[in-house]
């Protein structure tokens, strides 16, 4: 009888500890089992906090994580190296890529590095009102503050971004399938495959330059050493033209089979989407491995040479605008990387796959 009345003072005893830690890790914000939600301005916020914290050079002001990893174009750094050093400005061009449900925020936008423009992919995982992943893509040179400039002429993004899709296409997967078709597609591209998933309104930025349905010439987007021809308004098979156009819609540029100099798309993940608003963040490496790659047959039985004449990699932040099974708007950001290069984030295996990480 003695031996029981312990036990059952000691169950007490323990149950009380446990409502007192309960009580307190409700207080500090550290309920283990149910993290703290963010919802869509708290992660903006985050992103906010963290542009902040970087033009202020002080790491100190953000509330990370133990073990907080942090990238810049690939490569892992400490916090506050690198961009921390040089920034000296937020531009005012700001995309919001927000998911709650994984907890993680993608960005695209200007900021200002020792006075001039450049363009900024940030990504940042939130667990439990802290940040846990820090990953970021930067934009330099001539072409980047050309395209800095064209994305502050803007508004901001656009409007179709933050069109809401209907409830039944608000699936994760199937929105992420549609995304990956454009790399797909592009992967050795050879303008026979179907690309049905491009919308008629399809359009796309890269780097703040419009490189589809556009007329103006493109100021330095050519690495085949060749100069880039003016621009065509529609894709026109018997003019057998040996490069694609800036003029052309989404879907003639695939259709064309003159993007098959992009041999290997590789580390693909799409860490961020906007299931309400149908947008994809992701993130992936276009390799050119030049060479023999470079000649190769359109879809007319052309034989035709094009491509960079040296093997390069493009470091890219993609966001695609997803609705009714099609893309519908494009907006990237890409930076010259080391051929092969990987994230810093996926696995050998997964690295050098092209296969989705979902």
């Known amino acids: 009888m003695q031996?029981?009345?312990?036990?059952?003072?000691?169950?007490?005893?323990?149950?009380?500890?446990?409502?007192?830690?309960?009580?307190?890790?409700r207080a500090s914000g550290n309920q283990q089992g149910s993290p703290t939600p963010c919802d869509r301005t708290c992660l903006n916020g985050f992103v906010d906090e963290y542009l902040d914290a970087v033009v202020a050079h002080d790491p100190s002001r953000l509330p990370v994580t133990p073990l907080?990893?942090?990238?810049?174009?690939g490569q892992h750094l400490s916090l506050g190296d690198g961009f921390w050093k040089t920034a000296t400005a937020k531009g005012?061009?700001?995309?919001?890529?927000?998911?709650?449900?994984?907890?993680?925020?993608?960005f695209l936008g200007t900021m200002r590095e020792a006075g001039q423009p450049v363009i900024l992919a940030l990504r940042l995982r939130i667990d439990n009102q802290k940040i846990s992943e820090i990953e970021t893509i930067l934009a330099r040179g001539q072409m980047a503050q050309g395209g800095a400039a064209n994305l502050e002429k803007m508004s901001g993004p656009r409007p179709a971004f933050s069109e809401d899709i209907p409830q039944a296409e608000?699936?994760?997967?199937?929105?992420?399938?549609?995304?990956?078709k454009y790399f797909s597609a592009?992967?050795?591209?050879d303008g026979k495959g179907d690309y049905s998933f491009f919308a008629d309104d399809c359009n796309r930025l890269e780097n703040g330059i419009q490189t589809t349905n556009n007329m103006n010439p493109l100021p330095g987007l050519s690495t085949s050493?060749?100069?880039?021809?003016?621009?065509?308004?529609?894709?026109?098979?018997?003019?057998?033209p040996t490069m694609y156009s800036a003029g052309w819609s989404c879907k003639d540029q695939f259709r064309s089979g003159l993007l098959h100099f992009v041999t290997w798309i590789h580390d693909r993940r799409y860490p961020?989407?906007?299931?309400?608003?149908?947008?994809?963040?992701?993130?992936?490496?276009?390799?050119?491995?030049?060479?023999?790659?470079?000649t190769f047959q359109t879809p007319t039985g052309d034989t035709v040479t094009a491509g960079p004449t040296t093997p390069?990699?493009?470091?890219?932040?993609?966001?695609?605008?997803?609705?009714?099974?099609?893309?519908?708007?494009i907006e990237a950001v890409l930076t010259q990387g080391t051929y092969g290069m990987c994230s810093g984030w996926s696995s050998w295996e997964d690295c050098r796959s092209d296969q989705p990480q979902w």
């Open 186 to 189: 592009m992967q050795q591209n």
């Open 225 to 240: 050493g060749a100069t880039r021809p003016a621009p065509t308004r529609q894709y026109d098979p018997a003019a057998k």
């Open 312 to 329: 390069f990699t493009w470091e890219i932040a993609e966001i695609f605008k997803v609705r009714g099974g099609q893309l519908h708007e």
């Open 272 to 294: 961020v989407v906007d299931t309400e608003h149908g947008v994809v963040f992701s993130l992936g490496f276009f390799d050119h491995s030049a060479g023999n790659t470079r």
């Open 68 to 73: 907080a990893k942090f990238t810049e174009d």
């Open 170 to 180: 608000r699936r994760r997967l199937d929105l992420i399938k549609t995304a990956n």
């Open 92 to 106: 005012t061009y700001r995309f919001y890529i927000d998911d709650p449900d994984a907890g993680q925020v993608g």
């Open 3 to 25: 031996r029981a009345c312990l036990s059952v003072a000691l169950l007490a005893a323990l149950g009380t500890m446990l409502l007192v830690r309960g009580a307190l890790d």
